[in-house]
């Protein structure tokens, strides 16, 4: 749904409520599509947050890659000199 600036002040709330319902939402200004409305998506609770965060950091810590302290091994040969 298309409609002006000037129409949508005073349809706001019906507008908001469409938006939130899926609804396209365009606001014009001179007949020119300027912004549209759209819903804002639910922050997950504090429950939620835990449970992504513990899965990234697992997922983290299981692909973590080489170890550090040998990482600059492919430097030097197997005699230990700088190949």
């Known amino acids: 749904m298309q409609i002006?600036?000037?129409d949508a002040k005073a349809q706001l709330t019906?507008?908001?409520?469409?938006?939130?319902?899926?609804?396209?939402v365009i606001l014009t200004r001179c007949g020119h599509a300027r912004?549209?409305?759209?819903?804002?998506?639910?922050?997950p609770d504090s429950?939620?947050?835990?449970?992504?965060?513990?899965?990234?950091?697992?997922?983290?810590?299981?692909s973590?890659?080489?170890n550090a302290a040998r990482s600059q091994d492919v430097l030097y040969g197997d005699d230990g000199l700088p190949g």
């Open 4 to 6: 002006s600036v000037t």
């Open 14 to 24: 019906e507008l908001v409520r469409g938006a939130e319902l899926g609804d396209e």
């Open 47 to 62: 429950k939620a947050q835990r449970t992504l965060l513990e899965t990234l950091r697992a997922s983290a810590c299981a």
């Open 35 to 43: 912004v549209r409305l759209v819903p804002i998506a639910a922050m």
């Open 64 to 66: 973590a890659g080489p």
